[in-house]
């Protein structure tokens, strides 16, 4: 499974990119204000540090719009994908970008049938948002489970990237269900490196080693 860090802030970025474990950049327009910045100025600045795909969402409403848009956002870096929200106008976008090469990332996505749909239009990641179908009752992770095994049944190419990612029971669920990336904030990329009997064991080799240096 590919890693993905869902941020906007490039410290960040760069400190898991030193990790030697980092596949690809997801930004969205609330990841974007909290830096102060703009999108274009931040992903431009993004593709210095990472040498994978970076989504950069394109906010005209109107698909006419978002084509041109997304056009403009491509033409930043190759690496650049165009973020676009779940909706008729995005469908519309996506088949025009995608025939122009133009990869798509099709966002807020809940439920199978969106993502079906967005993989036919031409889209190349769907980005289903697991922690916001927790926070209201649902099981985020059956909605893995049912695009995963919608994409394998039909053999469709559309990567999967499970968003709104808030654990690192979250990133297991995402790799159990077979998904191609999981985009995961850097607090829990943090947490994922951490076991507490990897840090006895440190422990105690270090107090070991320590009675076997010459006095
Ligand atoms: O990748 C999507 C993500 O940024 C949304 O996460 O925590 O706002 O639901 P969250």
Excluded at 26 to 41: C, F, H, M, Y
Excluded at 139 to 163: H, R, W
Excluded at 164 to 179: F, N, Q
């Amino acid at each position: 499974m590919k890693i993905f860090i869902d941020t906007a802030n490039l410290e960040m970025i760069k400190e898991i990119n030193s990790w030697g474990i980092l596949d690809g950049v997801t930004t969205n327009p609330s990841l974007i204000a909290k830096e102060g910045t703009d999108v274009r100025t931040r992903v431009k600045e993004i593709a210095k540090i990472v040498d994978g795909p970076i989504s950069a969402e394109a906010m005209s409403p109107k698909w006419e719009d978002m084509v041109e848009e997304g056009r403009e956002l491509s033409k930043i870096h190759k690496n650049i994908n165009v973020k676009l929200p779940m909706c008729i106008d995005s469908l519309k976008a996506t088949k025009v970008l995608s025939s122009e090469g133009i990869d798509v990332n099709m966002t807020l996505i809940f439920s199978p049938q969106q993502a079906l749909m967005a993989a036919k239009a031409g889209a190349k990641y769907v980005s289903p948002f697991i922690g916001r179908l927790d926070d209201i009752g649902m099981y985020g992770t059956d909605l893995l489970d049912q695009i995963c095994g919608v994409f394998d049944n039909y053999s469709y190419d559309t990567e999967v990237i499970a968003a709104s990612i808030r654990s690192p029971v979250h990133v297991l669920d995402a790799a159990l269900a077979g998904c191609d990336i999981a985009t995961i904030p850097y607090d829990i990329l943090l947490k994922m490196v951490a076991h507490p009997k990897t840090d006895e064991g440190i422990a105690k080799f270090i107090s070991d080693y320590e009675k076997t240096k010459k006095k």
